[in-house]
């Protein structure tokens, strides 16, 4: 098993079971998470405006290759 997937597993359980962080090995496995698993800190901080602008690219390009709407028996 992969030393880095074994150490997020563990502190998983050490948290779910509310171990004590005074602890030095609870506290050196916790370090070590958190570091493993720094890339993923704030990922989820973006204002709102940021993520409506992060949006628009996609749906500008949608938008720009949308086909005619189809007109009923009554329209022109």
């Known amino acids: 098993m992969d ?5 997020l597993i563990l502190w998983i ?4 079971f ?7 090995t609870v ?9 493993l698993s720094g890339w993923s800190h704030n990922l989820t901080t973006r204002g709102h405006a ?9 749906v500008d390009a949608l938008d720009a290759h949308a086909p005619e709407p189809l007109r009923g028996a009554d329209g022109p």
């Open 13 to 16: 359980a050490l948290y779910l």
């Open 27 to 35: 506290s050196w496995i916790h370090e070590a998470a958190n570091w």
């Open 50 to 58: 940021q993520r409506i602008e992060a949006g628009r690219p996609p």
């Open 18 to 24: 509310d171990a004590n962080t005074a602890n030095s």
């Open 3 to 7: 030393i880095a997937a074994l150490i």
